[in-house]
């Protein structure tokens, strides 16, 4: 190894302490989507969070858009997106969990704000259930475990370039999220 190297690693701590969050969660399947959201509520509190608020939306499928316009406000360090899709009969279920990952990836990176994706899409109400507290663990808790770390990293990230290397001008991104005026 090069001893004159300088290595910095950087990762997000989990501690909520001092940061701003958001649980959306569908109320489509809410038997399911109401245990995501006490595990994720649970993560919340262990981790030191005094500032949440609950967002609720019909479905999965509303989850992007409610998504864009909350990060949009400037408001939040991260979003927590809970949902549960549960294989049917019909080709519905394809749709709802490609569009609702498709939308939460493209506002994640629109926005620049971390969104965790907590949305389960699952063949059965068993397997949904097992993994909202179940056998499985609680995918709403690691969503806002996942929420936390990334809202520190990204806290980190800007911090500790003002120091080290040149600051970018802010990205598009970013000022988009400082807040929006709306005529
Ligand atoms: N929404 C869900 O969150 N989970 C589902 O399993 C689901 N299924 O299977 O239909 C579902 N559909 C509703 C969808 O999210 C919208 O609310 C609806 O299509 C209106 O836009």
């Known amino acids: ?3 004159g190297m300088k290595q910095r690693e950087l990762q997000g701590e989990l ?8 649980v959306l969660v569908g109320r489509f399947n809410s038997f399911v ?3 995501l959201l006490s595990g994720a509520l649970d993560a919340l509190t262990r981790a030191g969070t005094s500032d949440v608020d609950i967002v609720r939306v019909p479905g999965a499928m509303e989850i992007p858009v409610a998504a864009r316009h ?3 406000t400037g408001n939040y360090d991260a979003i927590v997106c809970l949902g549960a899709v549960i294989r049917g009969d019909t080709p519905h279920f394809d749709y709802v969990c490609a569009e609702s990952a498709r939308g939460v990836t493209q506002v994640m990176l629109e926005t620049g704000i971390p ?5 389960l899409t699952v063949d059965s109400l068993e397997q949904a259930v097992d993994r909202a507290g179940l056998k499985s663990g609680n995918k ?4 806002a475990m996942t929420a936390i770390e990334m809202a520190n990293l990204v806290k980190k990230i800007y911090g500790s370039s003002e120091q080290e290397v040149e600051k970018p001008t802010a990205p598009a991104v970013r000022t988009r999220a400082k807040g929006r005026t709306r005529k």
């Open 15 to 22: 501690s909520a302490a001092g940061l701003r969050l958001a």
């Open 140 to 143: 709403g808790f690691d969503a």
């Open 70 to 72: 909350l990060a949009e």
């Open 115 to 119: 969104l965790a994706y907590g949305i």
């Open 33 to 35: 989507t109401e245990r």
């Open 1 to 3: 190894m090069d001893e």
